[in-house]
Nanobody, 120 residues
Framework: QVQLVESGGGLVQPGGSLRLSCAASGSIFSINDMGWYRQAAGKEREFVALNTNAGTTNYADSVKGRFRLSRDAARHTVYLQMDSLKPEDTAVYYC??????????????WGQGTQVTVSS
């Protein structure tokens, strides 16, 4: 069993900052991609940021220059530093991982989600 556990969400004023964390645990052989998606009320889930096993990190245009994803491979953990937050960043943020649980079993996993609310 693999679990992704997120933390760090909350309420912040516009222009403020938050840092999300996501730790993968359980039967993990290796992790390929790891990152974040978000879903605002009444909207579809959308891509936010993703770090690949090759070391590249991609961001949605809407968060470039404001969000920064970092990864601690040894701890199977990713962090999302969110600065200059805007009300439109309000959403449930989901951690995502594409990983091998054994040498030949590859699957995608999602966290339970953490709420981020940007409001004055």
């Amino acid at each position: 069993q693999v679990q992704l556990v997120e933390s760090g969400g909350g309420l912040v004023q516009p222009g403020g900052s938050l840092r999300l964390s996501c730790a993968a645990s359980g039967s993990i052989f290796s992790i390929n991609d790891m990152g974040w998606y978000r879903q605002a009320a009444g909207k579809e889930r959308e891509f936010v940021a993703l770090n690949t096993n090759a070391g590249t990190t991609n961001y949605a245009d809407s968060v470039k220059g404001r969000f920064r994803l970092s990864r601690d491979a040894a701890r199977h953990t990713v962090y999302l530093q969110m600065d200059s937050l805007k009300p439109e960043d309000t959403a449930v943020y989901y951690c995502y991982a594409d990983l091998f649980s054994t040498y030949d079993v590859r699957d995608e996993y999602w966290g339970q989600g953490t709420q981020v609310t940007v409001s004055s």
